[in-house]
């Protein structure tokens, strides 16, 4: 077995996945932060990318249950209510709905999820379940991600008010806290893993949970990409028939 890594050698290995595997560098987010997507395709984006923003509390959710300091709790629980908020009509959620609203989608057709990709689906659902069935260490590595959005979140939002004249500030409202969060969180997640970690079997498979989550995420955009550039997106999804999101808001 190769030896234990030293705290900075395993840092150096989570980022480095991030370098090479993060979907900021997938060729969709590309298009959509340089203005090369068709309105269409902006609505696909935001439309699939609910059912990602949905299921984040649902798997912290999963990872809280399974904590068993009340310390690591507390943590961890704020990231839920940074998604649902206190309140209805409050937190990430909320915000992303109101980026939906923005761009003409109807409410009822965004949160049912029937207009959303097959691989969205897929995807969405493995990383709840992952969470749910993998260690604990895991489950909190694949959080990782967020060690990267705050940069791919500053270029997607500049690029998107850049291009596209229907997207304002308030559309992209939901973005504006991530980037302070998104550290909080990540380095809470780092530190506890740096921690936790005290094998290099243990290691290897934080670094093989931030792939897999970073596989995830390169899989809504593969899916994007398919469906809404070089194909045709599955029968059902939207704008399959011309549309469909507005028609059912008429
Ligand atoms: O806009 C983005 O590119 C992006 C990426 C990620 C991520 O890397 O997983 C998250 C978010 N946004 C985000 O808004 C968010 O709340 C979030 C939570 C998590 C997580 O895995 O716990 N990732 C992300």
Known sequence: M???LSPA???????????RRYHSLHPFQ????????SRTQVEAWALNRYLYQACIPQKDAHILARMESAADRREWRQRIIDHDGEHEGEGGIAKWLKLTDDLGLDRETVVS?????PATKFAVTSYISFCRDR?????IA?????????????????GMLAHYDYVTPETLAYFNKRPVQAKRDSDFALAYVIEHAKTREAQDAAIAALEFKCSMLWTMLDALEHGYIYAKPWPDAFQAEAGAARQAAE
């Open 2 to 4: 190769p030896e234990l």
């Open 9 to 19: 050698d395993l840092e150096a290995r989570l980022r480095d996945v991030g370098a």
């Open 30 to 37: 590309i298009r959509l932060q340089s203005g090369q997507c």
């Open 113 to 117: 999820g029937r207009l959303a990709l």
């Open 135 to 139: 260690p604990l260490l895991e489950a």
């Open 142 to 158: 694949s959080s990782l991600t967020e060690l990267f959005s705050p940069s791919v979140i500053k270029v997607r939002a500049e």
